[in-house]
């Protein structure tokens, strides 16, 4: 286990380029696998996620070579193992992303219940419901699921029982391959939903309705090889203007992705008193400037009622991003209603802060009273999961005193050499072994 020691009150200042979004990644490594020829990824994340992706693919037979820190090519021509490392697949939630592909190249999966952050309760059952939609036999047992499939999936009108992400983008890569037209009703539009669907077309897919909560996937028999680049991690951004606004830092965030993808996040920050500016350049791609001196006031609602940050489906606020909100909320004058609707034992994390001097009431699992500003002070404490994590660094960055946080490896899976890239900012951070 490694740790971080942190000293903060210490504002930040430079440039820092946001990093590949684990999100798209992660589906668009998986979806090599129903190829007929390499699949070349640009600008991967060098996160603990992807690793375990790449790992897993490994396994099952996936050629991998590393054309670059951030880049692969991914060819499965040669894959015939059906059966994923329970090992690796416990470790990773995305490891759901295999089911369509494996099912499609081989007709059978055999995967183990997939793991991740321990954030609550995780259904994967729109996945197993989509895919029966399409044809195939689903067999849950104790430890995992095998879903088989006689002759190739068939289209079919379907609605997911929810706007899953993941429950999508496997949606959408078994019906790519199935017979006929296949309609997916209330499907997630999030940006990596959408590179996900474009991965597919420039491999040969026929989707219409890309960005939309209705795809339209008419079937084809075979598709080929294909290159994609993983676009900016929009909650990376998020987090990182949330991070240097609680510092009163001045930090530029360069190839932060197109400022569509940020509408909503700038929205809900500017509600806690941070301003970020967005500028274009054309040789750069699109820049986010977080300047010192942040107003750090919460606006309130009409007739002065207590404002509420929550989390919904795209284009939302997302749901990774009210860990963040929360610890920014800390610093800003005035209270505020964190609203967490997708996972009961996110907000759960916030004893730590309250543990640092945050004024904190948690309502229910789901809700938390934030009411700022409060100093914070250095402390020990542990990362339960990749967002809280990252909350809880941002709290010791903005901290008086010393701060060491436990389990960093959690940070690591979804932020990409933090320490690191902080440090060239003038962060006084260090790992270190325990």
């Known amino acids: 286990m490694q740790v971080f020691r942190i000293e903060g009150g210490h504002p930040l200042r430079g440039e820092i380029v946001a990093s590949g979004n684990k999100n798209a990644a992660l589906p668009l490594a998986a979806l090599s696998l129903m190829l007929e020829g390499p699949l070349r990824l640009r600008n991967l994340p060098a996160i603990g ?20 820190p951030h880049d692969a090519a ?33 007709g059978r999966v055999d995967l183990a219940f997939p793991g991740g952050d321990r954030i609550g309760r995780r259904r994967i059952d729109t996945h197993l419901l989509a895919l029966k939609a399409l044809g195939a036999r689903v067999v849950v047992q104790s430890s995992g699921y095998t879903i088989t499939r006689d002759g190739p999936l068939r289209g079919a009108d379907l609605l997911l029982d929810e706007a899953s992400v993941t429950a999508t983008e496997n949606t959408v890569m078994a019906a790519a391959r199935a017979e006929g037209r296949t309609v997916i009703r209330n499907a997630a539009c999030e940006p990596h939903v959408q590179e996900v669907c474009r991965a597919l077309v420039a491999a040969g897919a026929r989707i219409e309705g890309i960005g939309t909560n209705r795809l339209v996937v008419d079937g084809v028999e075979a598709l ?9 991690d929009y909650v990376e951004v998020g987090s990182l203007i949330a991070l240097a606004a609680v510092t009163g830092s001045d930090v530029c965030i360069r190839r932060a992705g197109p400022a569509e993808h940020l509408r909503m996040i700038l929205m809900q920050l500017a509600r806690l008193g941070i301003i970020a500016e967005v500028h274009t350049d054309q040789v750069r791609g699109d820049e986010v400037r977080v300047a010192p001196d942040q107003p750090l006031e919460v606006a309130a609602d009409a007739r002065g009622a207590i404002p509420k940050i929550e989390d919904a489906p795209w284009p939302g606020f997302p749901a990774d991003l009210t860990s963040i909100a929360t610890v920014a909320a800390t610093q800003a004058r005035g209270s505020v209603l964190i609203f967490e609707k997708l996972f009961e034992s996110r907000m759960f994390f916030v004893d730590q802060l309250i543990n640092m001097g945050a004024r904190i009431v948690l309502c229910d699992p789901h809700r938390a009273v934030v009411i700022g500003p409060a100093p914070l002070r250095g402390a020990e404490i542990h990362s339960p999961d990749i967002r809280a994590g990252m909350a809880l660094l941002i709290a010791s960055l903005a901290a008086e005193g010393t701060s060491r946080i436990r389990n960093v490896e959690q940070i690591d ?8 890239r902080l440090q060239r900012l003038g962060a006084r951070i260090e790992r270190a072994g325990i």
């Open 74 to 106: 991914l060819d499965a021509r040669e894959v015939t193992e059906s059966a994923p490392s329970a090992e690796w697949t416990e470790r990773l939630r995305g490891s759901i992303l295999l089911a369509a592909p494996l099912l499609t190249r081989l």
């Open 413 to 420: 899976r979804g932020y990409e050499h933090l320490d690191e």
């Open 224 to 232: 080929h090889g294909a290159d994609a680049t993983v676009g900016a």
């Open 49 to 68: 996620d992807v690793e375990t992706m790449l790992a897993l693919l490994e396994q099952l037979g996936v050629r991998v070579d590393r054309t670059g």
